[in-house]
């Protein structure tokens, strides 16, 4: 099966009207760390590139899971750095000032002013796996991009779903996905980071197709041949990351299979 390229609009007449292209390549599922890369995607692997106008929403929200546990390390660390610490002076204030003011501390405080008692920490349980929606109103200027955007959208739809296998009763796991921007010199990763934060090998959670957007009473659409093709279509899209990340030195965010490949 050959790489297909979908595209709207279809028309370069229409290059500096839509400027930045927000790209979108899958590329079949793979158990190796080096093909669930967006490298490996991006490189040659993908099956369907898809572009798009920069959508009218773009908002990535990072959030980690923490818990609150015990962990005497830091306190222990913090002690042992004040024992071995400040001379003569610091070892007369350990002597005659410190046992009182724990004396008046612990007769006084309450259980949020024990501070050096507290020996729990705010402990990383799982790092983000970012979301990203992506929503576009889509109207044809010509018959050519009203038959791109059902292209598209099918194609959204089905690169969602899991792969038929010839095993019974099993199927291969959907396809990954590669999210990027795209200027006028091809893939630029540095507006990438910029607008979307570095997406990591993401899959396609959600497609949501309305073809009636604009409150119509009834339905509105372009005759060709055997075709109705809408003249609006609502469009949109969730990807969330593949894997889990990890900042390396520089600040770029990799996946665990990305750092496995280097």
């Not at 990535?60 to 002076?89: D, F, I, K, R």
């Not at 109207?139 to 690169?159: G, H, L, Q, T, Y």
Request: aromatic letters at 10%.
């Amino acid at each position: 099966m050959g790489v297909r390229d979908l595209y709207y609009p279809t028309s370069t007449e229409y290059d500096n009207e839509q400027g930045y292209v927000l790209g979108f390549s899958a590329a079949d599922y793979s158990v190796l760390a080096s093909q669930r890369t967006r490298d490996w995607i991006l490189g040659g692997g993908s099956f369907l590139n898809i572009g798009l106008p920069l959508s009218t929403e773009l908002v990535v929200q990072t959030q980690h899971g923490y818990s609150e546990e015990a962990n005497p390390v830091g306190p222990m660390l913090s002690a042992a750095g004040a024992l071995n610490s400040g001379g003569a002076a610091a070892m007369l204030k350990r002597v005659f000032v410190d046992p009182m003011i724990t004396y008046f501390n612990n007769i006084s405080s309450t259980v949020s002013q024990q501070i050096y008692s507290n020996i729990t920490e705010m402990s990383l349980k799982s790092e983000a796996r970012r979301e990203f929606t992506f929503s576009w109103l889509l109207v044809p200027k010509n018959s050519a991009d009203a038959a791109e955007i059902v292209d598209i959208c099918n194609a959204f739809r089905e690169a969602s779903y899991p792969i038929f296998a010839d095993l019974p009763e099993r199927v291969y796991p959907p396809p990954i996905w590669a999210i990027y921007i795209m200027a006028a010199g091809g893939i630029d990763m540095g507006l990438t980071r910029n607008w979307l934060g570095d997406p990591l090998v993401c899959v396609l959670a959600s497609v949501a197709v309305n073809k009636l957007p604009l409150d119509s009473t009834r339905p509105t659409y372009f005759k060709e041949g055997d075709a109705a093709q809408p003249v609006a279509t609502a469009l949109s899209v969730v990807f969330k990351e593949f894997e889990t990340g990890a900042a390396i030195p520089g600040g770029k965010v990799v996946s665990k299979s990305e750092f496995l490949s280097t």
